[in-house]
């Protein structure tokens, strides 16, 4: 079992930044592929990043290619996404996901356990 609670959401003026943090508990976390998903108010969930579970290789999705890196530390449970750039259309619940595949997948029913949600609104 792994829990994972997000947090770094707020509200930031379009060109801002934030850091999204993911703590996870339970002691498989290193064994897990971590993803971030967000929510837009109607659309459907989609993927943002993923990393593998040494941190060696990740993926990003093209609308945040160049704007968002996720990164992880394994030593203290965490996984984060340094959120760059940001646009009013990034506005969104994120979702921190993780999952114990061997590959980075980037669909939602490939992840396994998901946090609470984290509230990211970007004004213009």
């Known amino acids: 079992q792994v829990q994972l609670v997000e947090s770094g959401g707020g509200l930031v003026q379009a060109g801002g930044s934030l850091r999204l943090s993911c703590a996870a508990s339970?002691?498989?976390?290193?064994?897990?592929?971590m993803g971030w998903f967000r929510q837009a108010l109607g659309k459907e969930r989609e993927f943002v990043a993923g990393i593998s579970w040494s941190g060696g290789s990740t993926y990003h999705a093209d609308s945040v290619k160049g704007r968002f890196t996720i990164s992880r530390d394994n030593t203290k449970n965490s996984v984060y996404l340094q959120m760059n750039s940001l646009k009013p259309e990034d506005t969104a619940v994120y979702y921190c996901?993780?999952?114990?595949?061997?590959?980075?997948?980037?669909?939602?029913?490939?992840?396994?356990?998901w946090g609470q949600g984290t509230q990211v609104t970007v004004s213009s």
């Open positions: 339970g002691r498989t976390f290193t064994r897990n592929v």
């Open positions: 996901a993780a999952t114990p595949s061997s590959n980075v997948p980037s669909v939602r029913y490939a992840y396994n356990y």
